[in-house]
């Protein structure tokens, strides 16, 4: 699959602090957009860190981060607008139980986007029919499996019409038998274009998917290559010891 020349995301030289730990050192990341990068490192390293500072979830305090054009500071105004273009899923589905899946994919782009209900709900059915639970539309959470849940987690944050997609780790709270329509939705959205970073545990979407591997250890990106040379290849001791825990 071809990769853009276009820069979706540029990182350079961040740094974040909780209190006084030092979580992210001189990250320097570039993203093109239509990359699929697959981040892993032992718990710990910073991934959900790294990851929830590029929607400014989590704040930076050194360095720099663009996304879209757009560098990410206390100003308000940005933070809504790279809200709208980063779309984020995470372990847990985090639906709102006393909403139905139609409601919970409507609610954003009613509110924040101001989108008319009925056309906000033509949108939600395309992207439930996309992850293949159209049928499920009128349910509420709860009603629903996991794998289920998840897959309404991705097409309420396809609803907002991202440009980037970030995932911490989607699938680890799964039963196994789950996993795979997760992971085949994702796979979906890769193979239409979608800029993606995803912090995940599962080597074999990495191999399948990512055009690129990163691997962060103590707030570091220590290593980072094409998914052949980084399971077959690895470079630093570090990343050794953390495949040969895994693999
Ligand atoms: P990973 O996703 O790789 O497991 P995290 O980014 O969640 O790592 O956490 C990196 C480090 O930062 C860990 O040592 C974690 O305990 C710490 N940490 C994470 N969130 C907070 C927080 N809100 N306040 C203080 N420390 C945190
Ligand atoms: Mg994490």
Same mark, same amino acid.
């Given at each position: %699959? ?30 093109? $957009? ?6 892993? =490192? /032992?718990?710990?390293? =910073?991934?959900?860190?790294? *990851?929830? #500072? ?5 704040? @930076? ?10 560098? +990410? ?15 984020? #899923?995470?372990?847990? !589905?985090?639906?709102? /139980? @006393? ?15 101001? *989108? ?8 939600? %059915? @395309? ?23 998840? $897959? ?6 396809? #609803? ?6 970030? !995932?911490?780790? /989607? ?6 038998? %789950? *996993?795979?329509?997760? +992971? ?18 599962? %080597? ?29 290849? /690895?470079? @630093?001791? $570090?990343?050794?010891? !953390? +495949?040969?825990?895994? +693999?």
């Amino acid at each position: %699959m071809k990769v853009s020349d276009e820069v979706a995301i540029q990182i350079t030289k961040m740094n974040k602090w909780y209190g006084t730990f030092h979580v992210l050192r001189d990250i320097d990341l570039t993203v093109y $957009r239509g990359e699929r990068i697959v981040i892993a =490192g /032992p718990s710990g390293s =910073g991934k959900s860190t790294m *990851i929830r #500072c590029i929607n400014r979830l989590e704040e @930076h305090q050194a360095g720099s981060i663009v996304v879209d054009g757009i560098e +990410l500071s206390s100003d308000l105004k940005n933070i809504d607008k790279i809200r709208s273009e980063v779309g984020m #899923c995470f372990q847990h !589905f985090n639906l709102f /139980p @006393h909403l139905t899946i139609l409601e919970n994919c409507t609610l954003a782009p009613i509110w924040v986007r101001k *989108i008319p209900k009925k056309q906000a709900e033509e949108t939600a %059915m @395309h992207f439930l029919e996309k992850v293949k639970i159209p049928e499920q539309a009128h349910k509420y959470p709860g009603q629903l499996s996991g794998g289920q849940q998840q $897959r309404v987690a991705i097409a309420r944050s396809l #609803c907002m019409k991202p440009r980037i997609m970030l !995932f911490d780790e /989607p699938t680890s709270a799964l039963d196994p038998e %789950m *996993i795979k329509e997760v +992971l085949d939705t994702m796979v979906e959205l890769a193979e239409e274009g979608m800029t993606m970073l995803c912090v995940t545990h599962e %080597m074999g979407f990495a191999r399948q998917v990512a055009n690129r591997v990163i691997f962060m250890d103590a707030g570091q990106i220590v290593e980072q290559n094409e998914p052949e040379e980084f399971f077959n290849n /690895p470079r @630093h001791e $570090r990343t050794k010891l !953390f +495949l040969s825990q895994i +693999l």
